[in-house]
């Protein structure tokens, strides 16, 4: 400890802290105790405690000015009905600590976390990790046996984890390997893919909520939902299986057998009881692609059984259970489908909870060469053989892939069929430069002559086609952009048409840099930063109706 004075703040311990019969010295008292080490000189006890237990204090304090005369110990009434409640006693210890007068320059704090309930312990512990308290934090044991009438020890903890790095690196070290193994371990470069990526792994470890993903075929929805569940199972937050629904290919009964299952005799021919997708998936994740294609019977029941975990099998008289987590895909926005009556807006505004739209391979031009190596090692490992491509080869392919010629309709399907196709003609294992014009003739002839439009000008926002900085901006401003800015853009458009109000996209996308200011303006950061591209709050709203805020 420094030269400070030392204050410890505590609360009563009403069982332990007892003294009031004439063998009170006979057992270890942990407060009273708490000043009798001679190396722990304590100039103030703060000690809190309930109306209830007002005399207890009293005579701890009278017995700790026996044995520590130079400890001065101020007694605060803190009452509590219920010690048990947490709301309860967290508001009333936030009270004491928005109260009391800490002078940090000239008094060093402990809370001695050893007394008082579990749930006042947690709340100490809160606060001082908070800095409401702005303490270490003490803990105190008794003596053993051998050592009876001594005070016993204590234990200092330090909660500022910044000392632990150790324990800061291993937690940075998890994060990276859920983000790479969301990504399937390939370093992608696009910058608002990879945030994406990290706002799926967080929400994918923190909730159990439907997740919709939405991207054109062949954009990895599937392959992200099995990497999802994959990394949940890891981290021990599911038990069950996953379970792989493709609404397209189910129509009329048979889609509400297999989903829902069905009780012996429930129609001609069911001689024995089935049990549907759902309650197979119970305990682990439903994965239901293509889920727009679901019928209108199938979404009600499909609503109840998110909401309620319950769900009538076909021809039952009693209800089924299943707890499991929906992740759905679709290959185009759910929108307008659902205004129109196509799909039931009240499933939508269900699983619309936690939506992310995955990127076309076209607009991540700068993850198709990290994504060649990929799948080249990909073919090596399941054709056990050494591929590799030439130098020259490599250039040639990128070249293609990337430029607007490329169309990529299917996406990543299409560009690991591609060098699946390389990879199982080339000779000695090697792809050379005539392997890769073949190709390359070959997905022209398949992909057919490019649309006028395709060729026009523009070149470099023509792979972005669907981006919001170029819908917003249009084609020619957006083309003046440098791509590290057109990226940063599209992300804080995509914040903004996500939020409700202005102050709300501020806090989202400031939610770190807001907790170091006194005086954190949002709305006027978000509102400058627009400025720079010539947009105000309004333009980036889709022409919807922008809520006003007071101070905004």
Same mark, same amino acid.
């Given at each position: 400890?420094?030269?400070?004075?030392?204050?410890?703040?505590?609360?009563?311990? /009403? #069982?332990?802290?007892?003294?009031? !019969?004439?063998?009170?010295?006979?057992?270890?008292?942990?407060?009273?105790?708490?000043?009798?080490?001679?190396?722990?000189?304590?100039?103030?006890?703060?000690?809190?405690?309930?109306?209830?237990?007002?005399?207890?204090?009293? #005579?701890?304090?009278?017995?700790?000015?026996?044995?520590? %005369?130079?400890?001065?110990?101020?007694?605060?009434?803190?009452?509590?009905?219920?010690?048990?409640?947490?709301?309860?006693?967290?508001?009333?210890?936030?009270?004491?600590?928005?109260?009391?007068?800490?002078?940090?320059?000239?008094?060093?704090?402990?809370?001695?976390?050893?007394?008082? #309930?579990?749930?006042?312990?947690?709340?100490?512990?809160?606060?001082?990790?908070?800095?409401?308290?702005?303490?270490?934090?003490?803990? &105190? !044991?008794?003596?053993?046996?051998?050592?009876?009438?001594?005070?016993?020890?204590?234990?200092?903890?330090?909660?500022?984890?910044?000392?632990?790095?150790? =324990?800061?690196?291993?937690?940075?070290?998890?994060?990276?390997?859920?983000?790479?193994?969301?990504?399937?371990?390939?370093?992608?470069?696009?910058?608002?893919?990879?945030?994406?990526?990290?706002?799926?792994? *967080?929400?994918?470890?923190?909730?159990?909520? %439907?997740?919709?993903?939405?991207?054109?075929?062949? /954009?990895?929805?599937? *392959?992200?939902?099995?990497? =999802?569940?994959?990394?949940?199972?890891?981290?021990?937050?599911? @038990?069950?299986?996953?379970?792989?629904?493709?609404?397209?290919?189910?129509?009329?009964? !048979? @889609?509400?057998?297999?989903?829902?299952?069905?009780?012996?005799?429930?129609?001609?021919?069911?001689?024995?009881?089935?049990?549907?997708?759902?309650?197979?998936?119970?305990?682990?994740?439903?994965?239901?692609?293509?889920?727009?294609?679901?019928?209108?019977?199938?979404?009600?029941?499909?609503?109840?059984?998110?909401?309620?975990?319950?769900?009538?099998?076909?021809?039952?008289?009693?209800?089924?259970?299943?707890?499991? *987590?929906?992740?759905?895909?679709?290959?185009?926005?759910? &929108?307008?489908?659902?205004?129109?009556?196509?799909?039931?807006?009240?499933?939508?505004?269900?699983?619309?909870?936690?939506?992310?739209?995955?990127?076309?391979?076209?607009?991540? %031009?700068?993850?198709?060469?990290?994504?060649?190596?990929?799948?080249?090692?990909?073919?090596?490992?399941?054709?056990?053989?050494?591929?590799? =491509?030439?130098?020259?080869?490599?250039?040639?392919?990128?070249?293609?892939?990337?430029?607007?010629?490329? #169309?990529? %309709?299917?996406?990543?399907?299409?560009?690991?069929?591609?060098?699946?196709?390389?990879?199982?003609?080339?000779?000695?294992?090697?792809?050379?430069? /005539?392997?890769?014009?073949?190709?390359?003739?070959?997905?022209?002839? &398949?992909?057919?002559?490019?649309?006028?439009?395709?060729?026009?000008?523009?070149?470099?926002?023509?792979?972005? *086609?669907?981006?919001?900085?170029?819908?917003?901006?249009?084609?020619?401003?957006?083309?003046?952009?440098?791509?590290?800015?057109?990226?940063?853009?599209?992300?804080?458009?995509?914040?903004?048409?996500?939020?409700?109000? =202005?102050?709300?996209?501020?806090?989202?996308?400031?939610?770190? !840099?807001?907790?170091?200011?006194?005086? @954190?303006?949002?709305?006027?950061?978000?509102?400058?930063?627009?400025?720079?591209?010539?947009?105000?709050?309004?333009?980036?709203?889709?022409?919807?109706?922008?809520?006003?805020?007071?101070?905004?």
């Amino acid at each position: 400890m420094s030269d400070k004075k030392l204050v410890v703040v505590g609360l009563l311990g /009403s #069982t332990l802290d007892q003294g009031a !019969s004439p063998g009170r010295w006979s057992h270890w008292r942990p407060t009273v105790s708490l000043c009798q080490h001679e190396d722990l000189l304590i100039h103030r006890l703060e000690l809190l405690h309930s109306k209830k237990y007002a005399a207890l204090a009293r #005579t701890v304090m009278a017995d700790i000015c026996q044995v520590s %005369p130079e400890t001065e110990v101020v007694l605060h009434c803190v009452d509590f009905e219920d010690p048990w409640a947490l709301e309860e006693v967290y508001g009333g210890l936030l009270d004491f600590a928005r109260r009391y007068d800490f002078r940090p320059e000239q008094e060093d704090y402990l809370v001695h976390i050893t007394t008082g #309930t579990h749930i006042a312990q947690i709340c100490l512990f809160l606060l001082a990790e908070a800095r409401y308290l702005p303490a270490k934090l003490i803990q &105190t !044991s008794p003596p053993s046996s051998e050592d009876a009438g001594k005070p016993g020890s204590y234990t200092i903890i330090d909660l500022d984890l910044s000392k632990y790095d150790r =324990i800061a690196s291993r937690f940075r070290r998890e994060q990276h390997e859920g983000l790479s193994y969301l990504k399937l371990g390939i370093d992608t470069r696009n910058q608002a893919y990879n945030l994406l990526v990290e706002r799926i792994e *967080q929400v994918a470890l923190s909730s159990r909520d %439907p997740i919709l993903l939405i991207g054109p075929t062949g /954009s990895g929805k599937s *392959q992200l939902a099995q990497r =999802i569940y994959e990394l949940k199972k890891s981290r021990r937050q599911l @038990a069950g299986d996953l379970v792989i629904v493709n609404c397209a290919t189910m129509r009329g009964e !048979s @889609a509400m057998i297999t989903l829902f299952g069905h009780v012996k005799g429930a129609f001609a021919g069911a001689i024995d009881e089935r049990a549907g997708l759902l309650r197979r998936a119970d305990g682990g994740l439903l994965f239901m692609d293509d889920i727009a294609e679901l019928g209108s019977e199938e979404q009600a029941m499909l609503l109840r059984a998110i909401e309620d975990r319950r769900f009538y099998p076909v021809g039952a008289d009693q209800e089924t259970r299943s707890e499991f *987590q929906l992740i759905a895909a679709a290959d185009r926005d759910l &929108t307008g489908e659902g205004q129109s009556g196509q799909f039931r807006g009240d499933l939508l505004a269900r699983i619309n909870l936690w939506t992310f739209r995955l990127p076309s391979l076209k607009e991540r %031009p700068e993850d198709i060469e990290p994504n060649l190596t990929y799948e080249l090692e990909q073919c090596a490992r399941t054709m056990n053989l050494n591929i590799r =491509i030439a130098d020259a080869a490599r250039e040639k392919f990128l070249n293609f892939a990337t430029s607007p010629e490329a #169309t990529w %309709p299917g996406n990543f399907r299409d560009f690991g069929a591609a060098i699946r196709r390389m990879a199982t003609l080339a000779r000695d294992g090697e792809i050379g430069v /005539s392997g890769v014009e073949s190709e390359i003739e070959r997905l022209r002839q &398949t992909w057919g002559p490019l649309e006028p439009e395709a060729t026009a000008a523009v070149p470099h926002v023509s792979r972005q *086609q669907e981006s919001l900085s170029v819908r917003v901006l249009g084609p020619e401003k957006a083309a003046e952009l440098d791509d590290f800015d057109r990226v940063q853009l599209d992300e804080v458009l995509r914040v903004c048409q996500d939020a409700p109000t =202005i102050s709300e996209a501020g806090r989202r996308l400031f939610s770190v !840099s807001r907790s170091k200011k006194k005086v @954190a303006n949002d709305a006027d950061r978000l509102r400058k930063y627009l400025a720079r591209f010539g947009l105000e709050w309004r333009d980036v709203r889709r022409g919807e109706p922008v809520a006003v805020e007071s101070g905004a």
